[in-house]
Structures are given as structure tokens and as C-alpha cells.
């Protein structure tokens, strides 16, 4: 079993949000040898954001121009996520992958969208907070 707890680090010191569910799970594994992996928090995108982008955003486009919603979502990742990686000396252009992108991120990538959808097809994309 995975359990994750996330803390700050202010002075050298862990900073825990649930000390009492920590000591919890700490108890769990009582006389047993465990592994610790600290790394950076970095949140999920919430399920809002990506309701909208599926169901707003990628609906429009894709009912524009007849493609499905998978193709259209990679079409926009070619266009707004491209990157070149680099393997034996050679470089190959690849995307990045939208489930990795921050809440920010992927409203800068949404905007960068709307914003070409407009000038390219003429196509207005609602705000999550507008009606219809």
C-alpha cells in the first residue's frame, strides 16, 4: 500500500497538514522497514477543468471539423504542447502530455486554444463559468 501525505519544508523542517493521520499510518507499519521517497508536490488538475476541456472545448472543435474528440485532442497537442527529445543523437518531435499539465498550465494551454480556434475557424469557446 502507497500512502502519501504532503508537507512543507520551511527551515529544514517537515511541516505536515494531518500530523494525527501521519502518526496514524506511521503506526501501521510498526517493527517493519519502509522506504520514504520525498519528491516536489505538484497538484492534479482538477476534474472540472478537465470536464471542460473535454466536454467544452475539444466538443466544439471537434464537431467543427468532424474529427473525433481523440483526434482533435492531438491535433492540439501538436499544435500548442510540441517538444523535441533527444535519443542516441538523434531528435524526434513528440508532445507533452496534457494529464501532466497544472491547473495553470493547462488554462494557459485552454487560452492559447480559444484563442486560435477564433482566429482560425471563426469559433467561439465559452468560459467554464458561462452558461449555455
Known amino acids: ?19 494525527e493521520r501521519l502518526d496514524q499510518d ?32 475539444v466538443k466544439i472543435i471537434s464537431d467543427y471539423t468532424g474529427y473525433t474528440k481523440e483526434e ?9 504542447l510540441k517538444k523535441k527529445i533527444e535519443v542516441n543523437d538523434e531528435w524526434y518531435d513528440t508532445t507533452e502530455s496534457t494529464t501532466k499539465l497544472s491547473n495553470k498550465d493547462m488554462l494557459d494551454f485552454i487560452e492559447k ?11 467561439y469557446i465559452p468560459d467554464p463559468h458561462e452558461k449555455g
Open 72 to 80: 482533435t485532442h492531438e491535433l492540439l497537442k501538436q499544435t500548442f
Open 1 to 19: 500500500m502507497k500512502l502519501i501525505h504532503i508537507a512543507k519544508v520551511v527551515k529544514g523542517k517537515m511541516h505536515f497538514g494531518n500530523k
Open 26 to 57: 506511521i503506526a501501521r507499519y510498526e517493527d517493519k522497514t519502509v522506504q520514504v521517497t520525498i519528491s516536489e508536490y505538484k497538484p492534479k488538475r482538477s476534474n472540472q477543468l478537465n470536464q471542460y476541456y473535454w466536454g467544452v472545448v
Open 113 to 123: 486554444i480559444k484563442q486560435w480556434a477564433a482566429q482560425t475557424f471563426h469559433l
